[in-house]
């Protein structure tokens, strides 16, 4: 950041504090954002060979922008990365463009590295229950398989993310029928909660040593602390060995699971979409692993003709 002139690290700094307050961007998210853009902001100074005042980024050309994704791909930056960089630099643009009134064509025109997009990977419904089954299993300690069996439940049977699943709070127990989540970028959303997952849950807080109240974490670790998502991950992949399920088996994947197998029992994708807190559809079917063919048998079925 000392590359970067004071009145462009001012501008990027007002910028990050938009995000967070007006766009409601995640604190991970406006921390990318600041690596991304200070690195674009501190490569212009050393191409042009002097820091870059804000005159001066408004001018910025097209030879600039290839220059700077060039030097970006030669140091090891990939595609998908690359996009992403791109994608932080255009927003940043779009906002110093209309605050200061000059044209960002030259930026906002430069195309995006082609890149080929990974598709989720959900377990088979035997397989995800399977895990949850055997996940208990790996650890000799009553209460602590009980909490591994009920993170993994929330997962599957709500579609939560590892995230949301331990920032439930000692408050929220009892589950309800019904939760309030506060998903990415706080974005908030109504789950509806299974009698399985609710049953699981009220197993393990009967057997954790721990009190559960208030705003204390809902799932501790061993010595009474928050329980680290790393936790989870481990334990999943002994599980997913024992089971001789791939290495996809993971956390994220139960979500996946949940999505999928809702859609394959003919569930309706936007009901799905609100379900996982997607502000787009189509990252809810990016979302989803079914085929074209079995798309097009719910469509009909959900929308007969008349």
């Known amino acids: 950041m000392t590359l970067i002139s004071p009145a462009c690290r ?17 604190d991970n998210t406006i921390t990318a954002y600041q690596g991304d853009v200070g690195d674009f ?43 992403r960089k791109l994608s932080a630099v255009k927003n940043f643009y779009r906002w110093l463009a209309e605050r200061e009134g000059f044209e960002p064509t030259a930026v ?6 082609r890149f080929q997009k990974k598709l989720p990977r959900p377990l088979a419904p035997d397989a995800a ?27 599957y049977g709500c579609g939560l993310r590892i995230s949301e699943a331990l920032g439930l709070t000692g408050a929220d127990a009892p589950l309800p029928r019904v939760l309030r989540i506060v998903g ?23 057997l954790c040593p721990h009190p559960l109240t208030g705003s204390e ?48 029992a003919g569930g309706d994708l936007r009901a799905i979409q609100e379900l ?15 085929d074209t063919a079995h798309l097009m048998d719910v469509y009909n079925r959900t929308h007969p003709k008349a």
């Open 129 to 155: 229950r399977a895990m949850i089954e055997t996940v208990d299993l790996q650890h000799a300690t009553a209460w602590v398989a009980a909490r591994d069996s009920a993170v993994l439940t929330l997962l």
């Open 41 to 83: 902001l501190s490569f212009m100074t050393l191409h042009h060979g002097a820091p870059q005042g804000l005159r001066a980024l408004e001018r910025i050309s097209v030879a600039d922008m290839r220059a700077w994704m060039a030097h970006a791909r030669s140091g090891g930056v990939g595609a998908r990365s690359l996009a």
């Open 184 to 206: 990415k970028g706080g974005k908030e959303r109504v789950v509806p909660v299974l009698d399985v997952a609710r049953d699981s849950v009220a197993a393990y807080i009967r």
């Open 276 to 290: 996982l807190g997607h502000a787009s559809l189509s990252t809810t079917q990016a979302y989803t692993a079914v």
């Open 217 to 264: 974490p809902l799932f501790r670790g061993v010595r009474g602390g928050a329980l680290n998502p790393r936790t989870i991950q481990d334990v999943m992949a002994r599980t997913r060995l024992q089971l001789g399920l791939p290495a996809t088996a993971t956390p994220h994947a139960m979500r996946h699971s949940f999505a999928t197998h809702l859609l394959e």
């Open 10 to 26: 001012d501008a990027l700094q007002h910028w990050l504090e938009g995000q967070k307050a007006l766009a409601g961007a995640a």
């Open 108 to 113: 906002l025109s430069t195309r995006s590295p």
